[in-house]
């Protein structure tokens, strides 16, 4: 059984659509995919359906965009109601900070002497719901100001480099609770890997205010980190989940399934999903299972 909990397609910064990434898992030979795009459940409808021709189970989810302080803390949700008005309305904030960023962007980097337009971005975007510094980047690939969207990163776009410009996240422990209330389970994204800002003690009080998970298997974390968190994820009875976070071509070495979570965690992670619905009362999405 092979599992894989963090996935990106082309509706935020991935580079493949739904359903072709869908097909791509299939064939990669994964048993569990999950689609977490950033910030929306748009891709839903169509990996739905490509999974059920393909033969896959689906875990709907997303990527929620957050903040613990001035830090960026990236939260998994896996299940939930997507319609749950508080958790809509946030969605919508990060998706408007998100949008207006791209001009902001645009006007930094022309300020610097390179010459990119709003309209570049929104062309490499495509019809993308969360729009991100990958499409700039990619923008900037195209006028060959970079090679890579890993150099735009570390010469222009990460916070510090002179063409950042930050934009609205939802305060972490808000997140986790909107999450909750949609009758979903949460799982902190990479939370060792390029930024650590969460210690030990911020996790267990996560945990009390009902975070699921961590995920342990993930690109950006070398093999002692993944030992430890192992053992923070068992201290405070939190599943430990393994994931690629492929985005096609957007990032290399994050190859579909070359991080996996095992059969058990997953069942936990559903178990955690189920509490949380039967307390929302919300009606959420099912595991797609063909
Ligand atoms: P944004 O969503 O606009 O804040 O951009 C951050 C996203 O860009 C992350 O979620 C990653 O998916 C991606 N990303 C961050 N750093 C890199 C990098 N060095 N190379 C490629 N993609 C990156
Ligand atoms: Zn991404
Ligand atoms: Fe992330
Ligand atoms: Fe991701």
Redesign the pocket.
């Known amino acids: 059984m092979r599992i894989d909990l963090h996935t990106?397609s082309s509706v935020?910064?991935g580079t493949d659509p739904p359903a072709v990434l869908v097909r791509r898992a299939h064939e990669a030979g994964l048993d569990v995919v999950a689609l977490t795009d950033?910030?929306t459940a748009d891709s839903w409808a169509e990996a739905e359906r490509a999974a059920a021709e393909v033969g896959i189970t689906l875990v709907r989810g997303m990527?929620i965009?957050t903040r613990l302080g001035h830090a960026?803390v990236?939260l998994l949700a896996y299940l939930p109601d997507p319609t749950y008005p508080p958790l809509a309305r946030a969605l919508a904030d990060i998706l408007d900070g998100?949008n207006d960023?791209v001009p902001a962007i645009c006007a930094k980097l022309r300020s610097l002497g390179v010459e990119i337009t709003e309209d570049d971005v929104r062309r490499r975007a495509g019809d993308a719901a969360?729009?991100?510094?990958?499409?700039?980047?990619d923008a900037m690939i195209a006028r060959g100001v970079v090679a890579?969207?890993?150099?735009?990163?570390?010469t222009w776009?990460?916070p510090g480099r002179p063409a950042y410009v930050d934009?609205y996240a939802v305060p972490l422990e808000e997140a986790v609770a909107l999450v909750a209330g949609a009758g979903g389970a949460s799982v902190v994204a990479h939370p060792w890997g390029?930024s650590r800002v969460l210690t030990p003690d911020h996790l267990e009080r996560l945990a009390g205010l009902g975070l699921a998970g961590i995920e342990v298997d993930h690109q950006d974390h070398p093999a002692s980190v993944r030992e430890q968190l192992r053992g923070l994820a068992e201290d405070l009875d939190l599943v430990a989940t393994g994931s690629s976070?492929h985005?096609g071509l957007?990032?290399?070495d994050h190859d579909l399934g070359c991080n996996t979570t095992p059969p058990e965690q997953l069942e936990r992670l559903l178990q955690r999903a189920g509490d949380a619905a039967s307390a929302s009362g919300r009606t959420t999405p099912a595991l797609l299972v063909p």
């Open positions: 990106h935020s910064d950033h910030d990527e965009s960026s990236h998100r960023r969360a729009t991100g510094r990958p499409h700039v980047a890579s969207r890993e150099e735009a990163f570390a776009l990460n934009r390029r976070d985005h957007g990032k290399v």
